[in-house]
């Protein structure tokens, strides 16, 4: 997240002081800060049920646009923005033939659209409900949950790929 202000959200934070390779600073504030915990809450539960808007004119979240301002290599870990919303061009994820450029999962993908193109996706009904679907967009709370004091921030442990498996059908 924004290491000064998240402008979307409309959070204030303290100045960046930790290291790239320390805790993620918005994770910290969280856990430390009641105020700032409770802002995100609200803003989260808004926009889940729908009475608040997340989107940009990037294609992602704006939750996602603010991990991604901190996750640039320089203030923490790098993460590689890998955007798309193209559920017609999916052959080459079929037949175990994806080959992904980065470790990081794309985001900005509708949802619904690639689970009604590709029998490779479990419908969004299906889906743990701590995984989060902004506007019904993949995004970084999709498989991150700031809250969660565990390195990664991830909503469920991965052992044996079951994040992975939450979405996808293998």
């Known amino acids: 997240m924004g290491a000064v202000q998240i402008a979307a959200a409309g959070f204030t934070f303290l100045p960046a002081t930790l290291q790239s390779t320390g805790p993620c600073l918005f994770a910290e504030q969280l856990k430390n800060s009641e105020s700032i915990r409770n802002q995100y809450i609200a803003k989260l539960?808004?926009?889940?049920?729908?009475?608040?808007?997340?989107?940009?004119?990037?294609?992602?979240?704006t939750f996602s646009a603010d991990c991604l301002s901190c996750h640039d290599g320089v203030k923490a870990q790098s993460i590689t923005t890998n955007i798309k919303n193209n559920p017609n061009k999916m052959s080459s994820?079929?037949?175990?033939?994806?080959?992904?450029?980065?470790?990081?999962?794309?985001?900005?993908?509708?949802?619904?659209?690639?689970?009604?193109?590709?029998?490779?996706?479990?419908?969004?009904?299906?889906?743990?409900?701590?995984?989060?679907?902004?506007?019904g967009k993949v995004g970084c709370l999709t498989c991150h949950d700031p809250l969660n004091p565990e390195k990664s921030h991830l909503v469920m442990s991965d052992r044996n790929s079951a994040l992975c498996l939450t979405c996808h059908n293998d």
Request: charged share 15%; no cysteine.
């Open 45 to 61: 539960i808004g926009v889940i049920d729908g009475t608040v808007s997340s989107s940009n004119k990037t294609g992602i979240d």
């Open 93 to 135: 994820l079929r037949g175990g033939n994806y080959q992904m450029v980065s470790m990081d999962h794309p985001i900005g993908m509708d949802y619904n659209l690639y689970a009604a193109a590709s029998r490779d996706y479990k419908p969004i009904s299906a889906i743990n409900n701590k995984m989060v679907f902004v506007n």
